[in-house]
């Protein structure tokens, strides 16, 4: 009898341990309902990705209305899904914010989130949410310049704007840390695909040996960095599976990590008024390494020094 009452106490401290440790804690959403809009298509290996497979993460299956570049057209699905009563509608692109403006005034019930960008306008039902894509930009190009045999590295950008130039920015300060000359190139497109592979032709051409890109038109890049043996890093989703034999490393956007706390505030009743930011910190921002590409472990020791001097301050990505 004395037995049984022991490991009954002990049972209800387990318990007691868990509940503490936040076991009750985690997000219920089987009745919340999510719309994404975004500007390309939901299985870009990018931008478009990043958000869909966060939402996924979750385990909510969301209405998702892609390829939606042109602003109106974007906004006409934004306020079709608000009219349906979602429980939360991200409008998962920069350009939408002004958009956004226009919208939620007119569903106060309904909570909107946007990104990458880092205003709410004011408005009591609207998250934005931005990346610190300069912290993974950084170590990549560390590792960029150890790979480097040429010396010369390239970086296909979009448009100076948002997660993009940070990125491109954060990159080239890494290579440039090692030694190596890192240049970038902007399309003046988030989506041009046939700009961003004549950029990395012209690369090519002035004996780049490394490259990395931002946005859905990399695809246009990576194709002719495969072509001719360049090696790629990728940002925003892993992007292995475009070229398993070039691409070195992602560095992946986990929204999942900022979504979570959106929902629960939410559920709370909290509809909007936040600013959230994705980090190497809060891991929503995570190298993931080509598991078939022979990195060495000195690199990969060199990639994971400069994540922790990151974390800890004692690296600028600036």
């Not at 390309?40 to 209305?65: C, H």
């Not at 602003?71 to 934004?78: F, H, L, R, S, T």
């Not at 070039?246 to 559920?267: F, G, K, M, R």
């Not at 930011?277 to 080509?290: C, D, K």
């Amino acid at each position: 009898m004395r037995k049984t009452f022991i490991w009954v106490a002990l049972f209800a401290a387990f318990a007691l341990i868990a509940a503490a440790c936040g076991g009750d804690d985690e997000v219920d959403v089987s009745d919340f309902r999510v719309a994404i809009v975004a500007p390309s298509a939901s299985n870009d290996l990018a931008f478009t990705q990043s958000i869909v497979d966060a939402v996924d993460a979750l385990g909510i299956d969301p209405a998702v209305t892609d390829g939606t570049f042109v602003v109106e057209d974007a906004a006409a699905a934004i306020r079709g899904y608000a009219e349906e009563g979602y429980d939360l509608v991200i409008a998962h692109g920069s350009q939408y914010g002004g958009s956004l403006v226009e919208i939620a005034p007119d569903f106060p019930e309904v909570s909107f989130a946007w990104g990458t960008a880092a205003d709410t306008f004011g408005l009591d039902n609207v998250y934005s949410y931005e990346a610190a894509s300069d912290e993974g930009g950084y170590v990549m190009g560390v590792m960029a310049a150890e790979l480097t045999e040429t010396g010369n590295i390239g970086v296909v950008g979009p448009i100076e704007v948002g997660d993009a130039k940070l990125y491109v920015d954060g990159f080239l300060n890494g290579a440039r840390s090692g030694g190596a000359n890192a240049t970038a190139a902007y399309t003046g497109s988030f989506s041009d695909v046939a700009a961003a592979s004549e950029t990395a032709q012209a690369f090519a051409s002035q004996d780049v040996d490394v490259l990395s890109g931002t946005a859905q038109m990399v695809v246009g890049a990576v194709g002719v960095a495969n072509d001719v043996g360049i090696l790629w890093f990728g940002t925003q989703a892993n992007q292995t599976e475009l070229a398993p034999d070039i691409v070195v490393a992602s560095q992946v956007y986990h929204w999942e990590v900022i979504l979570e706390d959106i929902i629960q505030n939410v559920q709370d009743g909290q509809l909007g008024g936040e600013v959230y930011v994705i980090t190497l910190e809060n891991e929503g921002l995570v190298i993931e390494y080509n598991e078939d590409f022979d990195l060495s472990d000195d690199i990969k020791d060199k990639a994971e020094e400069a994540i922790e001097g990151i974390k800890d301050g004692s690296i600028s990505t600036g």
